[in-house]
């Protein structure tokens, strides 16, 4: 079995994993040997693909050979995107800017849209009021997700988000200040 520490169990061949560059896990490969993407053998040892070991950024194939002690070989393989560079912060927006502009972040409906989202990325989000952060889904973060102190809260909305690839490589935090003007009159 193949396995990247912080993934559950392999349970088909051709699973991509991805990992950020860290350690691979082989298990019950006693006088083994690895190569990736068809490359030279190179002996498994105690059965840890150490970082230095890895293929640079990408897709590759790890292919794992072991022999009984019957001298039967066995052919493993597993592919993995090894990515080790943050994503770039989400951007968020007001979906409807109330105010005077559609620009000036004035608005009587907080309700935000994230973009920039890298696929398969997941994303948390948070405004400060519950000192939380909270798992985004979609692309649209509501009025009820921000969890305002009050229904009539006017004032400053400070929101961040951030995303993290399916590597677990985090990335900057992106962020709007907006101001809530509740009473939904046009400012």
Do not use: C
Request: glycine share 10%.
């Amino acid at each position: 079995m193949i396995q990247i520490p912080s993934d559950p169990a392999i349970s088909s061949l051709w699973n991509t994993a991805y990992t950020q560059s860290g350690t691979i896990l082989v298990f019950n490969a006693s006088n083994g040997e690895y190569r990736w993407d068809g490359g030279a053998w190179n002996a498994l040892g105690d059965g840890t693909i150490r970082k230095e070991q890895l293929p640079g950024e990408g897709l590759h194939t790890l292919s794992i050979r072991t022999q009984d002690a019957a001298g039967h070989q066995t052919l493993t393989q597993r592919q993995f995107t090894i990515d080790d560079t943050k994503p770039e912060a989400p951007h968020l927006a007001l979906i409807h800017d109330t105010g005077a502009s559609n620009t000036d972040l004035l608005t009587s409906d907080p309700s935000l849209r994230v973009t920039g989202l890298e696929p398969g990325a997941t994303w948390v989000f948070s405004a400060g009021f519950d000192h939380m952060f909270h798992y985004g889904s979609g692309d649209t973060i509501s009025k009820a997700d921000l969890h305002l102190p009050s229904e009539d809260y006017a004032g400053l909305v400070r929101v961040t988000v951030q995303q993290i690839d399916q590597a677990g490589n985090l990335s900057d935090y992106g962020r709007i200040d907006l101001q809530l003007r509740p009473d939904g009159a046009v400012i």
